[in-house]
Each structure stands twice: as C-alpha cells, then as structure tokens.
Nanobody, 115 residues
Framework: VQLVESGGGLVQAGGSLRLSCAAS????????MGWYRQAPGKQRELVAAIITGGGSTNYADSVKGRFTISRDNTKNTMYLQMNSLKPEDTAVYYC?????????WGKGTLVIVSS
C-alpha cells in the first residue's frame, strides 16, 4: 500500500485547510485509516481515525469539533477537513493505513498555522 498526502501549507489562525491522502496498491487489505501529526520536538500523535468498513470515527480531544475525517472509497482517498486552525496545530501531518499485518505511512505534509 502506498500513501500520498497533499493539501498542507501556510494558513492564518482561524483559517481552514483540507488534507488528502491517496491510497494505492493493495487497498483491499486496509482495515482503518488515520491522520497523525508530529510537531517539532514532540512525539507523533493520533489526530483522527476512521474505520473503513463501518465508517466510525474518533478524534483527539484537541481537535474535536474543529477537524473532520472522511473517506471516499470510490477514490481510495481519505480527507481531513481542518477548521478554526490554531498555531498549536502546526505540525507535519501523516497519513496512516492499518493493514492485515502491518501499518503503512505516507511521507507527510507540513501544516503551518501563523498567529
């Protein structure tokens, strides 16, 4: 499985961005997908996740009510709509897919939120 993120960039606080993660390869093996982020000097953390079958989602407390994860199965693409962005949302955002036996990661896309 190959994952390619896009949509990062520089935005002012209060603004919005939509990240995309395009999956290719053995996508039939994916059970769940998610977005993680890693800020400078901090550990990578889960932002949001979605189960591919039922579509159930979960979010980090810090983004609840501001971020929305979704997936278009026809396009094998996952999205993260980020609204009301804050400077503390600045990080590299990574796409993750959980397969039958292993995890897959994209290379990340940088999001910078200026105050």
């Amino acid at each position: 499985v190959q994952l390619v993120e896009s949509g990062g960039g520089l935005v002012q606080a209060g603004g919005s961005l939509r990240l995309s993660c395009a999956a290719s390869g053995s996508t039939f093996s994916i059970n769940a997908m998610g977005w993680y982020r890693q800020a400078p000097g901090k550990q990578r953390e889960l932002v949001a996740a979605i189960i591919t079958g039922g579509g159930s989602t979960n979010y980090a407390d810090s983004v609840k009510g501001r971020f929305t994860i979704s997936r278009d199965n026809t396009k094998n693409t996952m999205y993260l709509q980020m609204n009301s962005l804050k400077p503390e949302d600045t990080a590299v955002y990574y796409c993750n897919a959980k397969g039958l036996k292993e995890d897959y990661w994209g290379k990340g896309t940088l999001v910078i939120v200026s105050s």
